[in-house]
């Protein structure tokens, strides 16, 4: 037995006036001292005002937040008793408030310890609402939750079914500041996530439909949102390819490389989407080669995209093409190298990566599963920028 797992999805020109309809007394708002900054909180707090509904902020959640912030939530959450939690901001932000009213219903847990073999039941407390401004790591269409451990420098990932949000809304007002440089790295989160979640192993047809139409969406519009982030088309497609491939991935998993460029990212402090958009051409290679399954997917995307047609390798092969020149042309790195990652440092630290990626679940739902050689050849190869050849 499967299930298709999403919120309620409020999208488009003034998504925000969903708030109008929104009934409760009060509540707690989870996101950062920059999205507070850049008045990102204003036109939300303004919709609550005028409902009455009373609100407190709780700002403390930074890149990639830790279980020392997710505390520090838990008892600021405690301590008011809302009927809603929202998160407003990027991944981090979503992510924070999803383990935050885990600990409104569980206040006794530890952050770590936050599981699918829990039972919260958090909703006789509080309802879920997450109102992203990037277009990127789709976590308010899922019900993961990636949190750090500062003391051991691991990200860790967690979650449960139960925190998949109520209601998401995607308001372009929310997204038009964003500068070019976290559009480029949020909008190679999404085609990861996007050509992931349709490759999975774990994949069934439910999951295929998002995950095309978000690869799609992001071939066609990523670079106009790069360039011009007053596109309003641009944003609001990109807005709705975040959220889909989330839909994606979300109910299917990501890949192998998420669990190669979270290593990368936790041992070198690159950027999550950065990373895993890196690391994306190289593994969709090593699976190329090595499973006619997957080729046959890649060649199906490259298809309904209109990059590629004839034989199924060949369009496999211009699908990653495609993948490396939207990298280049809004400025992502193609190689380890370019991330401006010392190389001895680097392969010091390759037992270290090859670790860490072994242990990530994603590293076991693609059709061809790596083994320690051949992950510190993919290591290797997408430090000096080398297509993979095996």
């Known amino acids: 037995m499967w299930n298709f797992a999403c919120p309620l999805v409020v999208y488009g020109d003034n998504a925000l006036d969903y708030l109008a309809q ?10 950062d001292k920059n999205i507070v900054k850049l008045g990102l909180i204003k036109p939300v707090t303004d919709q609550l005002d005028a409902k009455n509904i009373k609100w407190q902020i709780f700002d403390e959640v930074e890149p990639e937040p830790s279980l020392e912030t997710i505390k520090k939530g ?22 924070a408030a999803k383990a935050i009213i885990l600990l409104l219903a569980r206040p006794e847990l530890e952050p770590e310890a936050l599981s699918v073999l829990e039972e919260f039941n958090f909703r006789e407390k509080a309802r879920l609402m997450v109102i992203p401004t990037t277009s990127g790591t789709g976590s308010e269409a899922t019900w993961a939750i990636v949190l750090t451990d500062t003391k051991d420098n691991r990200k860790l990932g967690l979650g449960t079914p139960e925190v998949m949000p109520d209601v998401a809304i995607l308001d372009p007002v929310m997204v038009m500041g964003m500068p070019p440089k976290i559009t480029a790295d949020t909008g190679m989160d999404v085609i990861c996530h996007a050509i992931e979640g349709y490759t999975s192993a774990w994949g069934t047809s439910m999951t295929l439909g998002p995950g095309l139409i978000a690869t799609r969406l992001t071939l066609e519009y990523l670079v106009r ?24 991935f979300g109910n299917s998993m990501a890949g192998l490389g998420h669990s190669t460029g979270h290593a990368l990212g936790a041992l070198f402090h690159v950027p999550h989407g950065r990373a895993v958009g890196l690391f994306l051409p190289y593994t969709m290679e090593y699976l190329m080669n090595g499973s006619e399954e997957t080729t046959i997917k890649y060649a199906e995307m490259a298809r309904y995209c209109r990059v590629a047609s004839g034989s199924d390798k060949e369009c496999a092969k211009t699908l990653i093409a495609r993948v490396r020149a939207l990298a280049k ?15 001895g440092k680097y392969e010091k630290e390759i037992p270290a990566l090859i670790e860490r990626a072994l ?32």
């Open 22 to 31: 929104v009934k409760g007394k009060k509540a707690f708002i989870v996101t």
């Open 74 to 95: 838990g008892i600021a959450v405690g301590k008011y008793q809302p009927d809603w939690v929202i998160g407003i901001g990027g991944g981090s932000c979503m992510d």
């Open 225 to 248: 949102a790069y360039k011009d982030g007053g596109d309003l088309e641009a944003r609001k497609e990109m807005m709705n390819a975040a959220t889909m491939g989330g839909m994606s």
């Open 329 to 343: 042309e809004i400025g992502q790195p193609l190689s380890v190298k370019d991330c401006g990652v010392d190389k």
């Open 359 to 390: 242990n990530e679940v994603m590293t076991m739902t693609v059709t061809r599963i790596p083994g320690e050689e051949d992950l510190g050849k993919i290591f290797n190869y997408a430090y000096a920028g080398k297509s993979i050849d095996f």
